[in-house]
């Protein structure tokens, strides 16, 4: 059972920081890209970050690059998300999700970032 848990959300004004982390269990997940996505208030989910297996290569949504970074502890089956440089439009439902396939196939429950101005 693929279970995934995102925890370490909360509220900062603009320019703080925050630090997601996403629990896996079920599987070798450092063999397998994990990534994180968000949902805005009235808006459909978009691509946050990934990274690879044990390369571990990343990749970045263009308005995340230089503020959000992603890594990995493989042996703790954990991903991060460090986030700095916090806007207001930062303010999202954020999740992570494991693609095991050709697709993201399993997402967490999602935490919630609230940024003030």
């Known amino acids: 059972q693929v279970q995934l848990v995102e925890s370490g959300g909360g509220s900062v004004q603009a320019g703080g920081s925050l630090r997601l982390s996403c629990a896996a269990s079920?599987?070798?997940?450092?063999?397998?890209?994990m990534g994180w996505f968000r949902q805005a208030p009235g808006k459909g989910r978009e691509f946050v970050a990934a990274?690879?297996?044990?390369?571990?290569?990343?990749t970045y949504a263009d308005s995340m690059k230089g503020r959000f970074t992603i890594f990995r502890d493989n042996p703790r089956n954990t991903v991060y998300l460090q986030m700095n440089s916090l806007k207001p439009e930062d303010t999202a439902v954020y999740y992570c999700?494991?693609?095991?396939?050709?697709?993201?196939?399993?997402w967490g429950q999602g935490t919630q970032v609230t940024i003030s101005s």
């Open positions: 999700a494991v693609r095991l396939g050709s697709d993201w196939d399993y």
């Open positions: 990274i690879g297996p044990s390369d571990p290569s990343t």
């Open positions: 079920g599987r070798t997940f450092s063999l397998f890209p």
